[in-house]
């Protein structure tokens, strides 16, 4: 196994016309500090469709942008957990909030460059500012949607104008999603590597077209000291060849710095099994996977009762298992709207009561048969469940529903797997009965981004569900920045979901990866890369070094 990973990055590497680095070999115990030098290498499993960061939470753009761009602020990338507190200055050396709430005003720092030499200002942030919230031209306006106007006040300093107070503005200017771009090049084709002009650590060096970027060296990053590394090289692998290259020795981590390994049991048993060395890390994400309810094709499960029925006759960690295989990969069963970890999130006993399973199956099943005949369909009745057909997990929980609501209620679903660009046409456009899908956050610790995914008319309630006072409370959790309040009216607008049940949340899914046990964060040190719930510590490339002690990986180079 292991020549086979060395002979497939051999032949990328060769293609490529590179050569290999060799990290420093300098033992743990006689390390004073980080050690500088060396390449970090990883993988994605398909090319970039862009570089642009603002459009897209794909890991094929954010991997790159994250050694190209910085933001205004950015999370710290040595704590675990996500919040306005824990933001720390990145081209902002600083920052004031009025006493109103709605007046940011960002210092920013002098002295840093572009990768083509031309200065960093004020106009920079405004351009990219304007640009992220704009909906034209972003993925992410929704979340900046409080922004009324980004001014230049001189070339160093900025303000931001809100409608309203909005507690949590920081976290939604972290990048690699807020990247700030250099204002001069917006003409440049973002498809293109000339758009690979930032402030990062990592300056574009080359590429070979469907098989390694190269990204050398800032030597003028603005943090002095940083980056550590001298290269970062992203491979594009697909999955069985990312994992044996990964076991080979030919990349330091089984695919990027937070993901790959999150949706195949199989391949965590194989790094598991051939790699025992490595640091494998899989915790829970900011993603949530359920089934959404259709509320404009006309059917029984437009009536309330009839949606907490097929809620509560699901064994949720069967499903789990029906869906990967095991219990390996961290995904948990039973989730809320909003993850349990959130401080504003109900508990995983209020989660399982809302669900109504809390009680024992035969007393679900029972409740669950009345609950229909109260809603007029006793013998149950027929739907359509559209989900992905590349996707593995899908099809198999879309499967694995179908048999125990015809099992337990007598509801005859079709599952109906589609390829990728039919199933989010149908999906876009509302056309199912029950879609089964992925609920995608940016940053995975804002309460407001799971709660607004279902508020009326967001782009993501692909059920089209409504209620008013749903949206109501969303509204007032957006407006108050006292925190005793924003949790009360959190866990009361999850009450108001729940009671509802327009969304199954079958569970919240996890990201996996495994590093080389040599790969260190920072300093003092932390094993690996601390995982945060979705891209936004993959900044912390500037802060990735390695020990020099991985044998294995010290070989194969």
Known sequence: MKHIGRIILSIIILAAGLGLLVTPLVSGAETKGPIRGGTLRLAIVSDAP?????????????????????????????????????????????????????????????????????????????????????????????????????????????????????????????????????????????????????????????????????????????????????????????????????????????????????????????????????????????????????????????????????????????????????????????????????????????????????????????????????AGVPNGFTLECITRSDEKFRVNVALYTADMWKKYLNIDMKVTPLDQALFFTRRDKGDFDIVIDTLNTITGSSVIEFLSSFISGETVNYGKWSSKEYDNLVQQVILTQDRAKRVALSRKAQTVFFDAMPFINFCGSSYGTAWRPDLMTGWPPKKGVVIQPVATNWNSIDRIWFTGTATRWAKSK
Not at 160 to 177: D, G, N, Q, V
Not at 268 to 277: D, G, I, N, S, T
């Open 50 to 374: 862009s570089f642009d960061a603002h459009t897209s939470t794909s890991g094929r753009v954010l991997i790159h942008a994250a050694a190209v761009f910085n933001g205004l602020v950015r999370t710290n990338p040595m704590k675990e957990q996500v919040t306005v507190e824990n933001v720390i200055p990145d081209l902002a050396q600083s920052w004031k909030i009025s006493p109103d709430g709605k007046t940011y005003t960002f210092i920013l720092r002098k002295g840093v460059k572009f990768h083509d030499g031309v200065p960093f200002t004020a106009k920079d942030v405004k351009y990219s500012i304007d640009k992220y919230r704009d909906p034209k031209r972003s993925a992410f306006a929704s979340y900046v949607e409080p922004i009324e106007s980004v001014d230049i006040v001189d070339d160093y300093t900025v303000k931001i104008l809100l409608k309203h107070p909005y507690a949590e503005l920081l976290l939604f200017l972290c990048p690699p999603y807020a990247s700030i771009y250099p204002e001069h090049l917006k003409n440049v084709d973002p498809r293109t590597t000339d758009f690979l002009v930032g402030t990062g650590p990592f300056k574009y060096k080359s590429h070979v077209p469907g098989k390694v970027y190269t990204y050398e060296r800032n030597p003028d990053y603005f943090i002095k000291g940083l980056p550590y590394l001298d290269k970062y090289e992203v491979y594009i692998l697909g999955f069985d060849a990312m994992v044996d290259a990964f076991i080979g020795g030919n990349i330091d981590t089984c695919g990027n710095l937070r993901l790959y390994l999150d949706n195949d049991r199989d391949m965590v048993l194989k790094v598991k099994k051939y790699a025992p060395e490595a640091v494998p890390a899989l915790q829970p994400s900011g993603s949530t996977r359920g089934a959404y309810f259709s509320f404009e094709h006309k059917g029984p499960w437009h009536d309330a009762r009839v949606r907490k029925a097929m809620a509560m006759t699901l064994d949720y960690k069967d499903l789990i298992i029906a869906g990967v295989g095991g219990l390996e990969l961290n995904y948990v069963e039973g989730a809320g709207l909003v993850p349990f970890y959130l401080k504003e999130a109900l508990s995983k006993q209020e989660v399982a009561k809302a669900l109504g399973i809390d009680k024992p199956l035969d007393k679900r099943v029972a409740e669950a048969k009345k609950l229909l005949k109260d």
